[in-house]
């Protein structure tokens, strides 16, 4: 019998290259959507791209809601847990994201688990590990690094993400159930945006190109392509020892000035930024726009994975950076949604 997977949010970036990944192996998916009509545009895009979808199915529901998510886990054999508000304008106040993050975690684990699920592969963040005081200008981040979200100087997003990857790691060890739950937390997700749907990171490479970035902060992330990221939470689904683990999803890490360089390269013609801001101009800068609040804390350090493990356990390779950079500009540019004349 054909094995069901719950993916949450399949209309997503990230979870829509899941659920291809997952149908192209034969599993039948099973996809929450908060709103149907961009559920059926996703499914068209996947249909488009030769996605076999006849074993996709739609069902609505919403994290901050408890409708629909009892039906949702039933007969699954596994959960992918991806959606969380991941928001292109964060609100100001810290908290405001974590109802529908750490509470809608609580609704998709508590019932998945309740209904006999083998195992949730839920997404977290590097930012539910870097988000710590004293980090200088070089952080290696291992499995056991930890965010701190009462830390002040965290924004909304950070903040949602670490209390709902604490809150379901103390369910799971309140039930003693810790091996059916695995994390993954990638670092910025670039890559194709095959399906058109691609949210706030890949922002970050319409943002260089438009312009709206014309300086840039001293910021360096690992960062992962979406395949790869998608290849990973396919396989701790099914690894009996990625059962407890946290996995980071994360290649080489580069400054965004190595980025804007990257793409200069590429495609020589454009007003790609070429300058990089003192870290003193984008903390006054934050005084005026709140929106550069949420890099303040990472101002400055090069953050780099430790995530060796991850790829001894799954036999994951993530591609290098450059590539994961240049196919999300690529394909954006394909799309229409970048223009470059
Ligand atoms: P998207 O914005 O493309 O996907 C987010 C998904 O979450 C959407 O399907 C969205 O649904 C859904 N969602 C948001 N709020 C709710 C809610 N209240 N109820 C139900 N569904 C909701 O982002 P990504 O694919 O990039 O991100 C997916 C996951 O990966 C998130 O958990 C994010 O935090 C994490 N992540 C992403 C990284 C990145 O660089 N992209 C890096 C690290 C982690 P709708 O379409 O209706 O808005």
């Known amino acids: 019998m054909t094995d069901t997977v719950l993916v949450t949010g399949v209309s997503g970036f990230i979870a829509s290259h899941v659920a291809a990944r997952l149908l192209g192996e034969g599993y039948a998916v099973r996809g929450t959507v908060r709103n149907k009509s961009k559920g059926e545009r996703v499914v068209a895009a996947l249909t488009a791209n030769g996605v076999d979808t006849s074993n996709l199915e739609l069902i609505e529901a919403d994290l901050s809601k408890d409708v629909g998510w009892k039906s949702a886990v039933k007969d699954c054999r596994y959960v992918q847990h991806i959606a969380s508000p991941f928001p292109l304008d964060p609100p100001s106040d810290r908290e405001a994201l974590v109802p529908a993050a750490r509470a809608g975690a609580m609704r998709v684990i508590e019932q998945a688990i309740g209904a006999g699920a083998e195992r949730v592969v839920m997404t977290s963040s590097i930012v539910s590990m870097i988000g710590q005081a004293g980090r200088g200008d070089h952080m290696l981040i291992k499995e056991d690094d930890w965010s ?32 059916k739950l695995t994390t993954i937390c990638p670092g910025l997700v670039f890559g194709p945006d095959t399906y058109n749907n691609s949210g706030a990171s890949l922002a970050i490479i319409k943002a260089l190109f438009s312009g709206r970035i014309p300086v840039m902060p001293r910021i360096a992330y690992p960062i992962v392509d979406v395949r790869d990221c998608a290849s990973l939470h396919v396989k701790a689904m099914t690894k009996p020892n990625a059962g407890g683990r946290r996995l980071m999803a994360a290649s080489n890490t580069l400054w965004m000035s190595e980025i804007a360089a990257i793409l200069r390269n590429e495609y020589p013609k454009t007003k790609l930024p070429t300058r990089e801001l003192p870290d003193v101009l984008v903390k006054f800068a934050s005084l005026f726009d709140p929106s550069v609040n949420s890099i303040k804390p990472d101002l400055g350090t090069f953050h780099e994975a430790d995530a060796g493990y991850v790829t001894a356990m799954t036999g994951v390779i993530p591609r290098p950076a450059k590539e994961a950079v240049l196919s999300a500009a690529e394909s954006l540019i394909k799309a229409g949604r970048i223009q470059i004349s």
């Open 148 to 179: 701190d979200p009462d830390w002040r100087p965290l924004t909304a997003y950070p903040v949602s993400k670490t209390r709902a990857e604490r809150a379901v790691w103390d369910y799971v060890d309140s039930q003693n159930v810790k091996n």
